[in-house]
């Protein structure tokens, strides 16, 4: 733990870095308020803050910049809880109170809204479509070999999934499995037990439309926005591709913020998230929560010298917001 004078150090240069991207000297720091000290205490204990990790200096007659360390020490010891600003969080009350429409285009729109407010890449995990209830279901052949089951599920998701049926299956056959599905399923979630007919081709047809069905459903709906603020947070190249290519994987993305909090943090930095192309990035996320159960997360992606406590605040009222939506909107039932 460190002690008053250093503590008081390292936040001023954690909050000037973040301010300018440019590294902090001695006589910036001991003009602030709270440190009260000489330029040359502040260079001894800039010099000790450096020894133990919090700091790092690029160029010999240069400032210092922090390290994830001292960010990490920032986040947990030394940033107050942030709070919104009026114009923030009146807008996020607006956007939540007006804008209507199927889920996915709530959860793309509530995307962008996040990185606006934070200049950051956002992300958004929905909830799988396995927690929603079936509206309707129907069969339609597109080929010989072929047809496609259309779901309507309660949360205004439309499901369209491609199954393979033999080449003798008849339209008949197809809108009894339909009449089946709709009158097992109508009101129920996607893993609801269809019962046996008895008739084992139209069984067979139900076991192959339930199956892909639920394997789709079970996926998590990943939405990014804001990507390209993410060139303009590093100035190497390499870095801004690595961290673009990086969001475009899905399975990547949902494990990262998965991780995060089933590790309990709210916060992770540079190398703490485990995902090399990632390592320049802090990660910011709050889980979605409805009736006692996650339903999805929400989070935002920028470099290490993020403003924390503003990320936190915008997370944080995002998330209870959308939660909200989720829950008075009835999506799941």
Known sequence: MLDDRKTAILR?????????????GSTHVAAAAGVQVSSATVRNEMAVLEQEGYLVQRHTSGGRIPTDKGYRFFVDHIASPGRLNPVASQRVGDFFSTTHGQIEQLLHQTTDLLAQLTHHAAVIVGPSQER???RSVQIVSLADTLAT????????????????????????????????????????PLDTPVPATGDLALDALCVTATEALRLQAADEPVFVGGASSMARAFDAVDVVRSVLRTLEQQYIVVSLVRDILDRGLTVAIGEEHGVQPLVACSVVVAPVVVDGSQVGTVGVLGPTRMDYPNALA??????DRLAQRLSDGGIYG
């Not at 001023?12 to 902090?24: D, F, K």
Request: proline content about 3%; aromatic content about 2%; hydrophobic content about 45%.
């Open 132 to 134: 929603a209830t079936v």
């Open 149 to 188: 089951v259309v779901t309507v599920l309660s949360n205004g998701v439309v499901e369209h999934q491609q199954i393979e049926i033999p080449a003798d299956t008849s339209e008949a056959r197809l809108n009894a499995a339909t009449v089946h599905l709709h009158s097992s399923l109508s009101g129920h």
């Open 12 to 24: 001023v240069i954690v909050q000037e870095y973040i301010a300018t991207g440019q590294p902090v």
């Open 314 to 319: 915008t997370v944080d009222a995002v998330s």
